[in-house]
């Protein structure tokens, strides 16, 4: 078990107090997101949702729900950008919100419910801003004690073990409650562990089993490694110091190995600035994956790989000679992060490197090597019972958009034939990320639907898209409409119930 004083250096990878040169570049509260929205539609995303809590019966169905379509897809995202009149200066800010599309009976109903965290009660009973979060310094900002203090839960989720979670990735997972959505506690996998951050994409295998990452940044910065069983209880638990070492969103697993992929935008302990500030472009770095066996996390081993920074994997996979391949949607510098998603909460949408869908191998004997480079992609998705195993297919938000990051297309990418078919929304509708949700009687990997948000802009709606999974080239089967906008939002989950 982890030795818990290995980590009261943890507060030192909070955000740090604010200087007042950031405070001037900032201008935090100088707009907000619904002002931002009149001279742009597409910022409405931004804009936050119209109440804490939404609530409608059934959207309007355009087209034909697939009778086979049963559950419910949860989203998260950043929701609360402006509060006791003050606007946050980068996206990954907003208190996180949890959106739930249902589907039975033949339609579809929505909740949508902020969740009042621990970090976001204290704001309102205080009335105004406590804490700098992550990229915008708050005056008199409260004390960070511990990651937790900011945790804003905004990132993804999983329903695993019964559990349903919100995702962060710099503190701990929140527990959810099914029934009312409400916040309802930090999530610990057991002693020692309360409190420590546990990543947006922890890997689901088919059988269950969950593993999962997280990063303490500070003086000596540390990788924690978590291996969680199908009943929910912690196997394993270990702690290894990388350096340097900066945010790292997600990762890969593969039937032997997890692979870490360290991007060289590291932090630099001790700079002053928030926490985004403390980071440091180092592209002769490289970027670093490292590889550890599954069965023993003192098992590891280092590959180098071209400088470049990326947020998300679809997939990997190791074949009978020890071969790693995954693909990685990634970019040429960390703009869209440093630059891009301050600038679309200042009302201005800026072009960033694109993320190219680009594919990666790693063999046995240390050598890499880039195997395949596509277009403009993110938010790549796989059946997720391929988790590690050998996929044919990847789904993904493609093509070139305007501004670059902003993908307008819907694509799925057929890794054996190495095509890709696509459909692109018609302007004023810009998709989110897709989830695939196999059908009930699925044979073929891609037997099943393609699930995701779109936000219709131009008319002010958000609203759901089902595709076939097997022709996503012919557009939607149907598209369901909710007669109010949501927040442009992250990360999604299809269940059952
Ligand atoms: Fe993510």
């Not at 700098?132 to 409260?142: K, R, W």
Request: hydrophobic share 40%; charged share 25%.
């Amino acid at each position: 078990m982890l030795d818990r004083r290995q980590f009261l250096f943890a507060a030192a990878g909070c955000p740090v107090a604010a200087s007042p040169l950031l405070s001037a570049i900032a201008a935090p509260g100088s707009e907000n997101g619904a002002a931002a929205a009149r001279s742009d539609p597409r910022l409405l995303g931004w804009a936050g949702p119209l109440a804490d809590r939404l609530d409608h019966p059934a959207l309007t169905i355009e087209g034909r729900l697939p009778p086979g379509l049963q559950g419910v897809l949860r989203r998260n995202g950043p929701a609360v950008h402006d509060r006791h009149g003050f606007r946050y200066g980068h996206w990954f800010e907003g208190d996180g919100m949890l959106q739930e599309f249902r589907f039975a009976g033949g339609g579809v109903s929505h909740r949508g419910r902020v969740l009042m965290t621990p970090k976001l009660r204290r704001e309102d009973a205080a009335g105004r801003r406590l804490y700098t979060v992550f990229a915008t310094p708050v005056e008199d900002a409260a004390p960070v004690r511990r990651p937790d203090d900011v945790n804003v839960a905004n990132v993804s989720v999983l329903d695993h073990h019964g559990e349903l979670l919100a995702l962060w990735e710099g503190g701990s997972a929140s527990i959810v409650a099914r029934d009312s959505l409400d916040w309802a506690g930090f999530k610990s996998w057991g002693h020692g562990l309360e409190g420590l951050p546990f990543t947006a994409h922890p890997k689901v295998e088919a059988d269950g089993t969950v593993w999962a990452f997280g990063y303490v940044l500070g003086e000596k910065p540390v990788l924690l490694l978590y291996h969680i069983g199908p009943d929910g209880r912690l196997v394993k638990a270990r702690p290894v110091h990388v350096a340097p070492l900066g945010m790292v969103h997600d990762f890969v697993v593969t039937r032997r190995h997890l692979v870490i992929v360290i991007p060289p935008l590291v932090h630099e302990h001790g700079r002053a600035g928030t926490f985004l500030d403390s980071h440091v472009w180092r592209p002769e770095l490289g970027s670093r994956a490292l590889v550890v066996s599954k069965d023993d996390f003192d098992d590891r081993r280092w590959a180098q790989l071209p400088a470049g920074f990326g947020f998300h994997h679809g997939n990997g996979w190791e074949d009978a000679g020890g071969v790693i391949r995954f693909d990685h949607c990634v970019a040429a510098d960390p703009r869209i992060v440093t630059d891009s998603l301050r600038d679309v909460m200042r009302g201005r949408l800026s072009p960033a490197a694109p993320d190219h869908y680009t594919r990666f191998a790693l063999f046995p004997d240390g050598r890499t090597r880039i195997e395949e480079e596509g277009g403009p992609a993110e938010f790549p998705r796989i059946a997720d019972r391929l988790t590690g195993l050998r996929n044919r297919y990847v789904y993904m938000l493609a093509g070139a958009g305007d501004p670059n990051w902003l993908l307008p297309s819907v694509a799925k990418r057929d890794l054996e034939r190495g095509t890709e078919e696509s459909f692109t929304f018609a302007a004023g509708i810009l998709p989110e990320e897709h989830v695939f949700v196999p059908s009930p009687d699925a044979r073929a990997e891609d037997d099943g639907w393609l699930v995701g948000t779109v936000l219709a802009h131009e008319r002010g709606v958000s609203g759901i898209t089902v595709f076939d999974a097997r022709r996503i080239a012919d557009g939607p089967l149907a598209y369901g409409w909710l007669p109010y906008p949501l927040p442009r939002a992250f990360h999604g989950q299809f269940s059952a119930a």
